[in-house]
C-alpha cells in the first residue's frame, strides 16, 4: 500500500505563489505517473498536471497551463507543484495521486489513479 502525504497548503493572496510537497511511502519510479488534483467544495475534482515518472512529460489543465508546474525527484519520492499567479478560483483542496493507469487520453482524469493523498488546502484570498 501507497501513502502519499501533500503538504504545502495555505492561505495566499491573489497574485501569490505556493509550492506544493508530495511525499511518496515507497518509489515513485513503481509509478506510470503522479498527478495533482484538486477539489472545491460543490465542484467536482479536476485535473492540475501530471507527470510521467520515467521520463518528462507533463500535462496541465486548460486553467492552469502557464501559471503551474509539477516537479519530481525520483530519488526523494518526491513530486511538487509550483503555483503561481495565483487566482481566488484556484482555491481548493489539492491532492496528490499515484499509479495512473499509463493512457495519455485520461492522465489528468481521476479515475485513472489508484492512490491517492489526504489533500492540502489552499485558499487564495482576492
Known amino acids: 500500500q501507497v501513502q502519499l502525504v501533500e503538504s504545502g497548503g495555505e492561505t495566499v493572496q491573489a497574485g501569490g505563489s505556493l509550492k506544493l510537497s508530495c511525499a511518496s511511502s515507497g518509489s515513485i519510479s513503481r509509478h506510470y505517473c503522479m498527478a495533482w488534483f484538486r477539489q472545491a467544495p460543490g465542484k467536482e475534482r479536476e485535473g492540475v498536471a501530471a507527470?510521467?515518472?520515467?521520463?518528462?512529460?507533463?500535462y496541465y489543465g486548460d486553467t492552469v497551463k502557464g501559471r503551474f508546474t509539477i516537479s519530481k525527484d525520483n530519488a526523494k519520492n518526491m513530486v511538487y507543484l509550483e503555483m503561481n499567479a495565483l487566482k481566488p478560483e484556484d482555491s481548493a483542496m489539492y491532492y496528490c495521486?499515484?499509479?495512473?493507469?499509463?493512457?495519455?487520453?485520461?492522465?489528468?482524469?481521476?479515475?485513472?489513479?489508484?492512490?491517492w493523498g489526504q489533500g492540502t488546502q489552499v485558499t487564495v484570498s482576492s
Open positions: 495521486a499515484a499509479d495512473c493507469d499509463g493512457d495519455t487520453r485520461t492522465v489528468l482524469i481521476s479515475h485513472s489513479y489508484k492512490y
Open positions: 507527470i510521467y515518472t520515467g521520463g518528462s512529460r507533463t
